[in-house]
Nanobody, 125 residues
Framework: QVQLVESGGGLVQAGGSLRLSCAASGGTFSSYSMGWFRQAPGKEREFLVAISSSGGGTYYADSVKGRSTISRDNAKNTVDLQMNSLEPEDTAVYYC??????????????????WGQGIQVTVSS
């Protein structure tokens, strides 16, 4: 059983930046591909970005491509999401998730076996 805990959310002004972190415990972190999703009020959960178990492969959704960077540290069991040029439309609860994929990445939520509790990001205009 893998436990995931997000941190780093909060309130930021439009145009600003945030760095979200996700700490994993209870499993072999390097065996899992990791992803970030978000869900805004009244909307479906949206895939943002994923990183392969080794960190060598990434996949970004168009909504965050070019202004976000995912990274992972398998020694520290963490995965981070650096987000820049934030806009009010980025306001949502952000989730990290783990998938048992030794190679490759996935943008499909049902692929992911474990989820964090989510963390609020609010971007003010």
């Amino acid at each position: 059983q893998v436990q995931l805990v997000e941190s780093g959310g909060g309130l930021v002004q439009a145009g600003g930046s945030l760095r979200l972190s996700c700490a994993a415990s209870g499993g072999t972190f390097s065996s899992y591909s990791m992803g970030w999703f978000r869900q805004a009020p009244g909307k479906e959960r949206e895939f943002l970005v994923a990183i392969s178990s080794s960190g060598g492969g990434t996949y970004y959704a168009d909504s965050v491509k070019g202004r976000s960077t995912i990274s992972r540290d398998n020694a520290k069991n963490t995965v981070d999401l650096q987000m820049n040029s934030l806009e009010p439309e980025d306001t949502a609860v952000y989730y990290c998730a783990a998938a048992r994929l030794r190679i490759g990445v996935s943008k499909v939520a049902s692929t992911y076996h474990y989820w964090g509790q989510g963390i609020q990001v609010t971007v003010s205009s």
